[in-house]
Nanobody, 128 residues
Framework: QVQLVESGGGLVQAGGSLRLSCEAS?????????MGWFRQAPGKEREFVAAINWNGVRTYYGDSVKGRFTISRDNAKNTMYLQIDKLKPEDTAVYYC????????????????????WGQGTQVTVSS
């Protein structure tokens, strides 16, 4: 089993920054897993935010966050990060991290259905 725990969410003013973390653990977790961030705003479907391959060489972003969000990972710490800058009220959502043991193509990273493991989420609220 794999456990994912997000942290770092909170209330922040528009224009501010946050860094979310996702720590992975469990007997079957491997640093070879692809990982991603998704978010779900009230009344909306969960959407793709960003993803990163096992060694951090390849990263992918949703159109609405390009240029403001940066995904990274530290395999020595089994932790993935999401640096969020220039926050907007429309970024308000619950942010989830997810792990995919077999991701390869970009389109797979973008599909939430391809991820096997999910965290409980962390709330990000941006005030205007």
């Amino acid at each position: 089993q794999v456990q994912l725990v997000e942290s770092g969410g909170g209330l922040v003013q528009a224009g501010g920054s946050l860094r979310l973390s996702c720590e992975a653990s469990g007997r079957t977790f491997s640093n070879n897993y692809g990982m991603g961030w998704f978010r779900q705003a009230p009344g909306k479907e969960r959407e793709f935010v960003a993803a990163i391959n096992w060694n951090g060489v390849r990263t992918y972003y949703g159109d609405s966050v390009k240029g403001r969000f940066t995904i990274s990972r530290d395999n020595a710490k089994n932790t993935m990060y999401l640096q969020i800058d220039k926050l907007k009220p429309e970024d308000t959502a619950v942010y989830y991290c997810a792990a995919n043991p077999s991701a390869w193509a970009e389109e797979v990273y973008r599909m939430q259905g391809s991820y096997n493991y999910w965290g409980q989420g962390t709330q990000v609220t941006v005030s205007s």
